[in-house]
C-alpha cells in the first residue's frame, strides 16, 4: 500500500479537522460526544495500526521506508520536499507516540467527561499528534520543524485550554515563548547545515558529517545551536522554567506532553542528529553536563513540592536531563531506551494522579491526602508499579533504562567520568526519595480530606482504570525489550574501556541499592504520618524555603528579563514608537488637512468680485511668466 507514512501522519490531522470544525459547532445537536470520542480515538488508533504495519515491514526488509508526497518549494536546481523516513529510530518513536498517545486520548473520554468544550478539546489532541508525527517522521530538518513549531502551538492552546483562568492562560502563553527562545537555536544550526552540506536531509546530513571530508563548518558549532533548540524542547538549564507551569492544563495533557511527545522532541533531534554529535566532543560535554545539571537541580526542586503533578514534572525534567546525559557520552541508543520506558511509566504516573485528582473532585495538594489506597485501588496498584519502575526498582522497567544510562556515565569512552555517575546516581537516589515519598502521603497514613471530599471518594470508570492497567503493565515490562541493541546498526553503543568492565556489575547493585534507600528513607520519615518530616522540617527551614521557591529562577527571570523589556516595551515602543511617532504622524497629518481645509475654506466666500480679482490676478501672473521666458 502506497502513502502509508502519508497516512499515518495525516489521520489524527483528519480528526482535527472532523472534531474542529463539524462536531466544535453541531455537538448538542446532530452530533454528541459520543461522536467526537470516535473520531478522536478512532484517528491515533489508525495511525498506531499503520505504524506497527510500517514496522513489521522495516523488520522483513530491513531497509528504511522513504517517501516523498510532494514537492513544498523549488528554487532553481534546488527544491523542499515534503517526505517521510521511517528507520528503527522513526519507528520506535512513532511507535511509542501513537501507541502511547492513543491510551491518553482513550483515557480523557473518561476524564472529560462533561466539559462544555468537549469537542474543543479532543480537536487540539488530535492536533498535537498530528504536529508530532510530522516531528518524528519527517525526512527533512524543515519538515521537522515545522512539526516542532506545530507541538509548541498546539502545546499552548492544550496548557491553556481553560483559559478563562489568567494563571492557566498564562502558563500557556509561558511555554509558548520560552521555547520560541530555544528555537531561535534550532533554525541557526539549520541554516549552517544548509550552507555546509547543502541538504536539510538528516540522514544525508549525517552521511555527510561521517563521509571522507566533512562539510566545512564546526560541528561543535552546529551541534550546540540545535541543542539550544532541545533544551527549549525538552525543558533542560536554562529554559525548563515552563515545564512545571504547563500542569495548568487537563491531566491528559500533562501526560501527553511529559509522558511520549513534545518534551522527548529534543532528545529524538540529539539522536537522529548524532552523525554531527560523533564529530563534536565539546557540543556533547556541553550536553552531558547541562544533563546532569538539570537531572540533580529538578530532582531537589522536587523533594518539597506537595502539588501532585508538580513532583511529577519537575520528575519529568529531571529524567529528561539523564537523557542528555546519555547522549551526551555517545549512549544514543540507551536514551532512546530511557524515552520509551519513561514514557510507559510517566504516562501511568500522570494518569493516575489524574484518577486521584477525579476520586477527590480536583484536589491535588498531597498533604490533604492520605489512606487512599483502600478507597481507590486500581488507582493505587497502578501507581505503585509505576512509582518502583521511575525509582529503578529491579525488574521494572526503569531499571534496566536508568542501570545503562548511569553505566555509560561513569565509563563510555566518549566523556563518562566518575563524577557525572555521582551527580546521576544522586539524582536517581533523590528520585526514588521523593517518587515514595509521594506515594506514602496520597494513598497510606490516616486520611487528611475534608469530610466532604473524602464521602465523594470514588474508583475512576473502566474507561481510565483500564489505561492504567496497561501503562502498569507496561512499565513492569518494557525494560524486557532489548531496544538498545535493536538500535545499535544505527546507534552504535560508545566504547568502554577494557580495564573498566569488572565494575559493571557493582555498579549494578549501588544502583539498586540507591533505589531501595530512596524508598526506605521515605518510609522513615513519612511512613507514621510524616511526623518525623515535620519535626526535622524546621533545622532546614532555609534550604526548604529556596526549593519551595524553585531557586528563584522566575524571579530572576523577572527582574533580570521581564521587568527591563516590560519598561522598554513601555517607555519607547509605547510611548516614543506608538504615541509620538505613530499616532503623532497621524495627528500631525490630520491636523495639516484641517489647517488647509480651513485656508482654502476661506477662499471660497462665494463674491463675485472676488473670483474676478483673483482670476486677474491669475491671468497677469501667467503673462508675466511667458513675457519672461518666452
Given at each position: 500500500?502506497?502513502?502509508?507514512l502519508?497516512?499515518?501522519?495525516?489521520?489524527?490531522?483528519?480528526?482535527?479537522?472532523?472534531?474542529?470544525?463539524?462536531?466544535?459547532?453541531?455537538t448538542?445537536?446532530?452530533?454528541?460526544?459520543?461522536?467526537?470520542?470516535?473520531?478522536?480515538?478512532?484517528?491515533?488508533l489508525?495511525?498506531?495500526?499503520?505504524?506497527?504495519?510500517?514496522?513489521?515491514?522495516?523488520?522483513?526488509?530491513?531497509?528504511?521506508?522513504?517517501?516523498?508526497?510532494?514537492?513544498?518549494a523549488?528554487?532553481?536546481?534546488?527544491?523542499?520536499?515534503?517526505?517521510?523516513h521511517?528507520?528503527?529510530?522513526?519507528?520506535?518513536?512513532?511507535?511509542?507516540?501513537?501507541?502511547?498517545?492513543?491510551?491518553?486520548?482513550?483515557?480523557?473520554v473518561?476524564?472529560?467527561?462533561?466539559?462544555?468544550?468537549?469537542?474543543?478539546?479532543?480537536?487540539?489532541?488530535?492536533?498535537?499528534?498530528?504536529?508530532?508525527?510530522?516531528?518524528?517522521?519527517?525526512?527533512?530538518?524543515?519538515?521537522?520543524?515545522?512539526?516542532?513549531?506545530?507541538?509548541?502551538?498546539?502545546?499552548?492552546?492544550?496548557?491553556g485550554f481553560?483559559?478563562?483562568?489568567?494563571?492557566?492562560?498564562?502558563?500557556?502563553?509561558?511555554?509558548?515563548?520560552?521555547n520560541?527562545?530555544?528555537?531561535?537555536?534550532?533554525?541557526?544550526?539549520m541554516?549552517?547545515?544548509?550552507?555546509?552540506?547543502?541538504?536539510l536531509?538528516?540522514?544525508?546530513v549525517?552521511?555527510?558529517?561521517?563521509?571522507?571530508?566533512?562539510?566545512?563548518?564546526?560541528?561543535s558549532?552546529?551541534?550546540?545551536?540545535?541543542?539550544?533548540?532541545?533544551?527549549?524542547?525538552?525543558?533542560?538549564?536554562?529554559?525548563?522554567?515552563?515545564?512545571?507551569?504547563?500542569?495548568?492544563?487537563?491531566?491528559?495533557?500533562?501526560?501527553?506532553?511529559h509522558?511520549?511527545?513534545?518534551?522527548?522532541?529534543?532528545?529524538?533531534?540529539?539522536?537522529?542528529m548524532?552523525?554531527?554529535?560523533?564529530?563534536?566532543?565539546?557540543?556533547?560535554?556541553?550536553?552531558?553536563?547541562?544533563?546532569?545539571?538539570?537531572?540533580?537541580?529538578?530532582?531537589t526542586?522536587?523533594?518539597?513540592?506537595?502539588?501532585?503533578?508538580k513532583?511529577?514534572?519537575?520528575?519529568?525534567?529531571?529524567q529528561?536531563?539523564?537523557?542528555f546525559?546519555?547522549l551526551?557520552?555517545?549512549?544514543y541508543?540507551?536514551?532512546?531506551?530511557?524515552v520509551?520506558?519513561?514514557?510507559?511509566?510517566k504516562?501511568?504516573?500522570?494518569?493516575?494522579?489524574?484518577?486521584?485528582?477525579?476520586?477527590?473532585?480536583?484536589?491535588?495538594?498531597?498533604?490533604?491526602?492520605?489512606?487512599?489506597?483502600?478507597?481507590?485501588?486500581?488507582?493505587?496498584v497502578?501507581?505503585?508499579v509505576?512509582?518502583a519502575?521511575?525509582?529503578?526498582?529491579?525488574?521494572?522497567?526503569?531499571?534496566?533504562?536508568?542501570?545503562e544510562i548511569?553505566?555509560?556515565?561513569?565509563?563510555?569512552?566518549?566523556?563518562?567520568?566518575?563524577?557525572?555517575?555521582?551527580?546521576?546516581?544522586?539524582?536517581?537516589?533523590?528520585?526514588?526519595?521523593?517518587?515514595?515519598?509521594?506515594?506514602?502521603?496520597?494513598?497510606?497514613g490516616?486520611?487528611?480530606?475534608?469530610?466532604?471530599?473524602?464521602?465523594h471518594?470514588?474508583?475512576?470508570p473502566?474507561?481510565?482504570?483500564?489505561?492504567?492497567?496497561?501503562?502498569?503493565?507496561?512499565?513492569?515490562?518494557?525494560?524486557?525489550?532489548?531496544?538498545?541493541?535493536?538500535?545499535?546498526?544505527?546507534l552504535?553503543?560508545?566504547?568502554?574501556?577494557h580495564?573498566?568492565?569488572h565494575?559493571?556489575?557493582?555498579?549494578?547493585?549501588?544502583?539498586?541499592?540507591f533505589?531501595?534507600?530512596?524508598?526506605?528513607?521515605?518510609?522513615?520519615?513519612y511512613g507514621?504520618?510524616?511526623?518525623?518530616?515535620?519535626?526535622?522540617?524546621?533545622?532546614?527551614?532555609?534550604?526548604?524555603?529556596?526549593?519551595?521557591?524553585?531557586?528563584?529562577?522566575?524571579?530572576l527571570?523577572?527582574?533580570?528579563?521581564?521587568?527591563?523589556?516590560?519598561w522598554?516595551?513601555?517607555?519607547?515602543?509605547?510611548?516614543l514608537?506608538?504615541?509620538?511617532?505613530?499616532?503623532?504622524?497621524?495627528?500631525?497629518?490630520?491636523g495639516?488637512a484641517?489647517l488647509?481645509?480651513?485656508?482654502?475654506s476661506?477662499?471660497?466666500?462665494?463674491?463675485?468680485?472676488?473670483?474676478?480679482?483673483?482670476?486677474?490676478?491669475?491671468?497677469?501672473?501667467?503673462?508675466?511668466?511667458?513675457?519672461?521666458?518666452?
Amino acid at each position: 500500500m502506497r502513502y502509508l507514512l502519508t497516512l499515518i501522519v495525516l489521520s489524527p490531522l483528519a480528526g482535527f479537522l472532523v472534531n474542529g470544525i463539524l462536531a466544535t459547532r453541531l455537538t448538542g445537536a446532530r452530533l454528541g460526544p459520543r461522536f467526537v470520542s470516535f473520531v478522536a480515538c478512532l484517528m491515533p488508533l489508525l495511525s498506531f495500526a499503520l505504524t506497527v504495519q510500517c514496522f513489521m515491514q522495516l523488520l522483513g526488509s530491513g531497509t528504511p521506508l522513504i517517501e516523498a508526497s510532494y514537492t513544498w518549494a523549488q528554487f532553481g536546481s534546488q527544491s523542499f520536499g515534503i517526505g517521510f523516513h521511517f528507520d528503527r529510530l522513526s519507528g520506535v518513536m512513532a511507535l511509542v507516540v501513537t501507541g502511547v498517545g492513543s491510551l491518553i486520548h482513550i483515557y480523557s473520554v473518561g476524564y472529560m467527561k462533561g466539559d462544555e468544550s468537549y469537542a474543543r478539546y479532543f480537536a487540539y489532541l488530535n492536533l498535537f499528534l498530528f504536529f508530532m508525527l510530522l516531528l518524528v517522521l519527517g525526512r527533512s530538518m524543515l519538515v521537522m520543524f515545522v512539526g516542532w513549531e506545530g507541538v509548541g502551538l498546539a502545546s499552548y492552546l492544550l496548557i491553556g485550554f481553560w483559559f478563562e483562568d489568567p494563571v492557566k492562560a498564562a502558563a500557556g502563553k509561558k511555554a509558548f515563548i520560552t521555547n520560541r527562545i530555544g528555537d531561535a537555536g534550532f533554525l541557526l544550526g539549520m541554516f549552517l547545515i544548509w550552507g555546509a552540506v547543502g541538504t536539510l536531509d538528516m540522514d544525508r546530513v549525517n552521511a555527510a558529517f561521517n563521509g571522507p571530508t566533512p562539510p566545512l563548518v564546526s560541528a561543535s558549532l552546529v551541534g550546540i545551536l540545535l541543542f539550544i533548540g532541545a533544551c527549549g524542547k525538552s525543558a533542560q538549564i536554562p529554559l525548563h522554567v515552563w515545564l512545571p507551569d504547563a500542569m495548568a492544563g487537563p491531566t491528559p495533557v500533562s501526560a501527553l506532553i511529559h509522558a511520549a511527545t513534545m518534551v522527548t522532541g529534543g532528545v529524538y533531534l540529539v539522536a537522529r542528529m548524532s552523525g554531527v554529535y560523533l564529530h563534536a566532543p565539546e557540543a556533547s560535554a556541553v550536553i552531558a553536563w547541562v544533563g546532569v545539571a538539570t537531572a540533580f537541580f529538578a530532582a531537589t526542586i522536587a523533594i518539597v513540592q506537595n502539588d501532585i503533578k508538580k513532583v511529577l514534572a519537575y520528575s519529568t525534567v529531571s529524567q529528561l536531563g539523564l537523557m542528555f546525559v546519555a547522549l551526551g557520552v555517545g549512549a544514543y541508543a540507551v536514551a532512546i531506551f530511557h524515552v520509551m520506558t519513561h514514557a510507559f511509566f510517566k504516562a501511568c504516573l500522570f494518569l493516575g494522579s489524574g484518577s486521584v485528582i477525579h476520586a477527590l473532585h480536583g484536589e491535588q495538594d498531597i498533604t490533604r491526602m492520605g489512606g487512599l489506597a483502600k478507597r481507590i485501588p486500581v488507582t493505587f496498584v497502578t501507581f505503585a508499579v509505576a512509582t518502583a519502575a521511575i525509582a529503578g526498582i529491579p525488574p521494572l522497567a526503569g531499571f534496566f533504562s536508568k542501570d545503562e544510562i548511569l553505566w555509560f556515565a561513569f565509563a563510555s569512552s566518549r566523556g563518562g567520568s566518575p563524577l557525572l555517575w555521582g551527580l546521576a546516581s544522586a539524582a536517581s537516589l533523590m528520585t526514588a526519595f521523593y517518587m515514595f515519598r509521594l506515594l506514602w502521603l496520597t494513598f497510606f497514613g490516616r486520611s487528611r480530606m475534608d469530610a466532604e471530599t473524602e464521602h465523594h471518594v470514588h474508583e475512576s470508570p473502566l474507561s481510565m482504570t483500564g489505561i492504567l492497567a496497561i501503562l502498569a503493565v507496561l512499565s513492569a515490562l518494557g525494560g524486557f525489550i532489548p531496544l538498545p541493541h535493536f538500535l545499535e546498526p544505527m546507534l552504535p553503543l560508545p566504547a568502554v574501556p577494557h580495564e573498566l568492565h569488572h565494575l559493571e556489575g557493582t555498579l549494578v547493585m549501588v544502583a539498586v541499592f540507591f533505589g531501595f534507600l530512596g524508598l526506605a528513607v521515605a518510609w522513615f520519615f513519612y511512613g507514621n504520618d510524616a511526623q518525623r518530616a515535620a519535626r526535622l522540617r524546621p533545622s532546614f527551614d532555609a534550604l526548604h524555603r529556596i526549593l519551595w521557591n524553585k531557586y528563584y529562577i522566575d524571579e530572576l527571570y523577572e527582574a533580570a528579563l521581564g521587568r527591563p523589556l516590560n519598561w522598554i516595551s513601555k517607555r519607547i515602543f509605547l510611548q516614543l514608537g506608538d504615541r509620538a511617532l505613530i499616532d503623532g504622524t497621524l495627528h500631525g497629518l490630520s491636523g495639516l488637512a484641517k489647517l488647509s481645509a480651513g485656508a482654502l475654506s476661506s477662499v471660497q466666500t462665494g463674491s463675485l468680485h472676488r473670483y474676478a480679482f483673483f482670476v486677474v490676478i491669475g491671468v497677469v501672473a501667467a503673462v508675466a511668466w511667458s513675457v519672461r521666458h518666452g
